[in-house]
């Protein structure tokens, strides 16, 4: 017979997370984000040439969509303006809201999310430092598209320049629409929604979220369909990487505590073989002392051979004799 005890999970490994370091490091990730979107302008020919080829190419394949939702936005500000909102918006504001709702709901998978999130940003940035790319609006005017952020200006807070506030468009860079971190980073958001949601409300949300997204910034002329593609694969290439990166990380966490001393004493799982006619002590007294005084949990399994009493705490002489009982739960057995 075969005992097992399981232990809280979630409530153990949130242990391990703390927020004093998740959120500088979450920081550090965004302020590389946002200053290499600045830093790295690239040369603005080149920019309008590569986005130039990429609107060619789309062109030649008939997968250039962007010109039909673009011309949609424009004509109905019923759908133009908020879709200028979801764009200026929801893409820094929904990303951090799912990672505390995964940190809050599902710490077992936090990490993974986290890393997985993070790794992907940084395989972006590459691509905006290495192609920079002009989105559709700020292609040559014969290209025919409208920048629906200039023209619905007016009803929000941002300018003429992306989606920066007014004023503030100096500190951004135009020229990072290869890949589409806004499609990349509302997949991810989508994905985690879908996967780890417990009603069919936020499952849902986790399909439309992405897709709003690809159709708003095509149609606020942000993005070709080419970026959303690469936003895509980004995200694809950092899943495949995250748990090798935390493996890396966590060789190296361990290769400094051991050089410091400081290695925690880790949770053991120990397997308790109890002999014919001996009891075993109840699970939440059974610990086992580790070196230096430091106590390891209770046992998690216990195994009982064929024969021995049903209840490990109990005597096996109990219960009216020293056989009566064994030999009543033979007849009924």
Not at 15 to 34: K, Q
Not at 196 to 222: D, E, H, K, Q, S
Not at 274 to 293: I, L
Request: glycine share 10%; hydrophobic share 45%.
């Amino acid at each position: 017979m075969t005992i097992t005890a399981t232990a809280p999970r979630a409530a153990a490994y949130r242990g391990r997370l703390r927020w004093w370091t998740e959120l500088p490091l979450i920081a550090v990730i965004y302020a590389l984000y946002s200053g290499a979107r600045l830093l790295v302008r690239g040369d603005v020919n080149d920019a309008v040439e590569h986005g130039a080829d990429i609107l060619h190419f789309e062109q030649l394949t008939h997968l250039d969509p962007e010109r039909w939702f673009n011309q949609l936005f424009t004509h109905h500000a019923f759908l133009g303006v908020p879709a200028d909102f979801a764009y200026a918006s929801l893409h820094y504001v929904v990303t951090p809201s799912v990672l505390v709702w995964l940190w809050l709901r599902r710490p077992t998978h936090y990490r993974n999310a986290r890393t997985w999130l993070m790794v992907s940003t940084l395989i972006g940035l590459v691509g905006f430092t290495v192609v920079p790319t002009a989105p559709p609006r700020l292609l040559p005017g014969a290209h025919g598209f409208m920048d629906t952020m200039a023209q619905y200006g007016s009803y929000g807070w941002w300018g003429t320049d992306a989606s920066a506030p007014r004023g503030m468009g100096h500190l951004t860079n135009e020229y990072a629409a290869m890949p589409s971190l806004h499609v990349g980073w509302s997949l991810w958001c989508g994905i985690m929604l879908f996967r780890y949601g417990r009603n069919w409300f936020v499952r849902a949300l986790g399909v439309i979220y992405p897709l709003m997204t690809a159709f708003v910034v095509m149609g606020t002329a942000n993005h070709y369909l080419m970026d959303a593609a690469a936003g895509v694969a980004t995200m694809g290439v950092g899943f495949l990487l995250a748990k090798p990166a935390l493996r890396v990380v966590d060789g190296l966490q361990a290769r400094v505590r051991r050089r410091l001393g400081t290695e925690p004493v880790h949770e053991a799982v120990v397997a308790v073989s109890v002999a014919p006619g001996a009891s075993a002590a109840p699970a939440d007294k059974q610990q086992a002392a580790a070196p230096g005084g430091a106590k390891v949990p209770a046992p998690r399994t216990v195994s009982v051979p064929p024969g021995a009493p049903d209840d490990p705490g109990r005597d096996p002489g109990a219960a009216g004799g020293s056989g009566a009982g064994r030999g009543e739960r033979s007849r009924m057995s």
